[in-house]
């Protein structure tokens, strides 16, 4: 599976922005999803997490901010960010899992200025 990561960009603190992740191939439906970010200077973190039957996990960090959903018809998951703080800023990947591999998108750079 491909995967092609999109919504990025600058807003302000207090702002809200939609991240979209599509999938290429088939039996996206059967994928576990995440999204994740690397600040600069920072390693990797796990924002959040859709399972193919729709369960979700989120960070403390975006827990009540962020909400990750999945439309498998499009092959496309998302993540709604509102309320964004600057410490939001990072490059956000998406990634797919199933039976133990992982596959990754590149990133889309978020930029939340103060």
């Known amino acids: 599976v491909q995967l092609q990561a999109s919504g990025g960009g600058l807003v302000q603190a207090g702002g809200s922005l939609r991240l979209s992740c599509e999938a290429s191939?088939?039996?996206?439906?059967?994928?576990?999803l995440a999204w994740y970010r690397q600040a600069p200077g920072n390693q990797r973190e796990l924002v959040a997490t859709?399972?193919?039957?729709?369960?979700?996990h989120y960070a403390d960090s975006v827990k009540g901010r962020f909400t990750v959903s999945r439309d498998n018809a499009k092959n496309t998951m998302y993540l709604q960010m509102n309320s964004l703080k600057p410490e939001d800023t990072a490059v956000y990947y998406c990634?797919?899992?199933?039976?133990?591999?992982?596959?990754w998108g590149q990133g889309t750079l978020v930029t939340v200025s103060s």
């Open positions: 990634s797919a899992g199933l039976w133990g591999t992982d596959y």
């Open positions: 191939g088939n039996m996206f439906g059967n994928y576990a």
């Open positions: 859709i399972t193919n039957r729709g369960s979700t």
